[in-house]
T-cell receptor, first 114, second 110 residues
Framework: DAGVIQSPRHEVTEMGQEVTLRCKPISGHNSLFWYRQTMMRGLELLIYFNNNVPIDDSGMPEDRFSAKMPNASFSTLKIQPSEPRDSAVYFC????????????FGPGTRLTVT | GIQVEQSPPDLILQEGANSTLRCNFSDSVNNLQWFHQNPWGQLINLFYIPSGTKQNGRLSATTVATERYSLLYISSSQTTDSGVYFCAGLMGAGSYQLTFGKGTKLSVIP
């Protein structure tokens, strides 16, 4: 099993550019989560999908952020336009169960917006 | 206010020593979980422990929900145990929002 796969691992972009982060969950897992980690705010849940349907997006910071899960094996997190304060490590996680229990995390994408 | 508090914030151990990490949480937090983030940033879910005790190798965790705290025990620590340990809980019934503590940074030295 390859685990949760995220790409890119590192992204450096200029303010105002569109950024797309990608995630492939573990095969057979029904739940997918996007998290953001910063020094100031720690780890925060952005959005939770179950069976490809967004269940809780209350953590999405603002309209510049959007997430999709077109099928069970792929999800994207898009930031448009990006701002320097979006710089963070973004983690994707998946789990077999409904809800954030026994999650397996991807390696993260380190985003730097200059 | 603060809803998930961890202590100590930093801990340095000699290899082979034992340690206890503590997580206090407020009334609105339930379904406690423990995570480890290694020095390379990888996050691993250690325990889902809303109550009671669980053990996995040298690690064990105990949650006393009635007293709103959870403990993570590390026995015979190894350098690979280094990293940051987070506890997290769900905010209320039916919530999917995990609230994380600020973490305990553990350094195990040989």
């Amino acid at each position: 099993d390859a685990g949760v796969i995220q790409s890119p691992r590192h992204e450096v972009t200029e303010m105002g550019q569109e950024v797309t982060l990608r995630c492939k969950p573990i095969s057979g897992h029904n739940s997918l989560f996007w998290y953001r980690q910063t020094m100031m705010r720690g780890l925060e849940l952005l959005i939770y999908f179950n069976n490809n349907v967004p269940i809780d997006d209350s953590g999405m910071p603002e309209d510049r952020f959007s997430a999709k899960m077109p099928n069970a094996s792929f999800s994207t997190l898009k930031i448009q336009p990006s701002e320097p304060r979006d710089s963070a490590v973004y983690f994707c996680a998946s789990s077999l169960t409904a809800g954030p229990y026994e999650q397996y995390f991807g390696p993260g994408t380190r985003l730097t917006v200059t | 206010g603060i809803q998930v508090e961890q202590s100590p914030p930093d801990l340095i151990l000699q290899e082979g020593a034992n340690s206890t990490l503590r997580c206090n949480f407020s009334d609105s937090v339930n379904n406690l979980q423990w995570f480890h983030q290694n020095p390379w940033g990888q996050l691993i879910n250690l325990f889902y422990i809303p109550s009671g005790t669980k053990q996995n190798g040298r690690l064990s965790a105990t949650t006393v929900a009635t007293e709103r705290y959870s403990l993570l025990y590390i026995s015979s620590s190894q350098t690979t145990d280094s990293g940051v340990y987070f506890c997290a809980g769900l905010m209320g019934a039916g919530s999917y929002q995990l609230t994380f503590g600020k973490g305990t940074k553990l350094s195990v030295i040989p």
